[in-house]
């Protein structure tokens, strides 16, 4: 990689006296409490420190215009201010990429880490450097610094990654963080399922924040699942061996559901329910060589899903959906009580409402499918 300073010119200033920030008032002679790293965003109600305390010395000209900054201050105390600099994201790919494609939201998930580079140039940092970076996501702003000097710059790319990562995806991290909101969209069988991040479930965050008033939101989502839609996903699920023996079963149930009909809404919720633990529990056979029960199947695909997106706060959300899988998939259910939700307890024994069997819960059999087939 060529040094990006040959082509991104960063304006150099020197003397740079800069190791930390105050985060309160102090009188001379007393404890100050400094602060040496950190991230601030926009959003923050009250923020401890301003964002022009650290950009206003190098970008005093600039600041009411600012969308994005970058400053390396070296060991020399020279100070690197760039006006442009190039800047990469890895995330997880939905589907298939190709060299030169243009990627949106829709086409991936769970940021990694961000670095400073293009395909031919990167911006040289270095464990003695201090940083200070400003980025723009939608409408709101983020800070990251860290003038420690000390940086390990393999985990400075993870953590800028996860800090633009909980920025870019704020909304869905409060909505999953709102016990209310997140708990009443899983009694409902609905979860940020990999597939439906972004747009998509954004209709769905927007139906329960408004009180499940307009059903029209869930209509609209449901109504985007159309058979190129569906086809344009689990045409990768053949490529995983424990998908592939299950194909003809799998493409019923589908097929069922796009008949977009009562009788195939309750074909396609019996045919893809009893699949869902076939599936996990024949990967689960495979690793350990015995019949899992409900619980080990619970934790081993909440294990695989760990391991497979170990990033901070995964949009993947494992753990979620080990909590998922307990609420709504592995329900027991209640004859005294009534508690018949959909389940494979009351499918498998016969016991679940006929008015479950709708065209909501067979997509969400699908997009279990998919999710499973993400995390294995």
């Not at 190039?86 to 589907?95: C, E, I, T």
């Not at 609209?220 to 569906?230: A, C, D, R, S, V």
């Not at 009788?263 to 015995?290: A, W």
């Amino acid at each position: 990689m060529k040094d990006a300073d040959e082509l991104y010119k960063p304006e150099l200033k020197y003397n740079i006296q800069i190791d930390g920030i105050a985060l309160e008032s102090a009188s001379s002679g007393s404890k100050v409490n400094v602060i040496q790293s950190g991230f601030i965003t926009s959003i923050q109600d009250d923020l401890p420190i301003k964002f022009d305390t650290l950009l206003a010395p190098f970008y005093p000209k600039k600041l009411s215009s600012l969308n994005k900054a970058l400053v390396i201050i070296k060991k020399d105390k020279t100070a690197k201010i760039y006006p442009d600099f190039p800047l990469s994201m890895y995330a997880n790919a939905r589907g298939d990429v190709v060299e030169g494609q243009d990627i949106t939201e829709e086409d991936i998930f769970d940021i990694k880490s961000i670095e400073f580079k293009d395909k031919n140039y990167e911006v040289n940092i270095e464990a003695t450097d201090k940083i200070i970076f400003l980025f723009r996501v939608k409408w709101a702003f983020g800070l990251y610094f860290d003038l420690s000097s000390n940086i390990d710059v393999q985990k400075l790319k993870e953590s800028i990654g996860y800090f633009y990562k909980r920025l870019f995806y704020s909304e869905l991290y409060r909505f999953i963080e709102n016990k209310g909101y997140f708990e009443t969209s899983i009694k409902d069988g609905w979860f940020p399922f990999i597939r439906l991040i972004g747009n998509n479930f954004n209709k769905i965050m927007t139906y329960y924040k408004e009180g499940k008033k307009h059903d029209f939101h869930i209509d609209e989502l449901i109504q985007i699942f159309t058979k190129e839609k569906i086809e344009s996903f689990t045409k990768y699920w053949w490529n995983k061996g424990i998908f592939n023996t299950k194909k003809k079963i799998l493409e019923a149930g589908i097929n069922s559901f796009l008949r977009n009909d009562d009788e195939g809404f309750i074909n396609c919720i019996n045919t893809l329910y009893p699949q869902i633990e076939g599936i996990m529990g024949s990967d689960y056979f495979r690793v350990h060589n015995k019949k899992p029960s409900f619980p080990e199947l619970k934790d081993y695909i909440k294990q695989k899903g760990e391991s497979k997106y170990n990033t901070l706060s995964s949009i993947a959300f494992p753990s979620e959906f080990y909590s998922y899988l307990d609420k709504t998939v592995f329900e027991n259910f209640d004859l005294t009580t009534g508690k018949v939700d959909l389940s494979r307890h009351t499918t498998s024994h016969g016991y679940a409402d006929a008015n479950d069997f709708n065209k909501a819960k067979a997509l969400q059999s699908i997009l279990i499918l998919d999710q499973i087939y993400f995390y294995l």
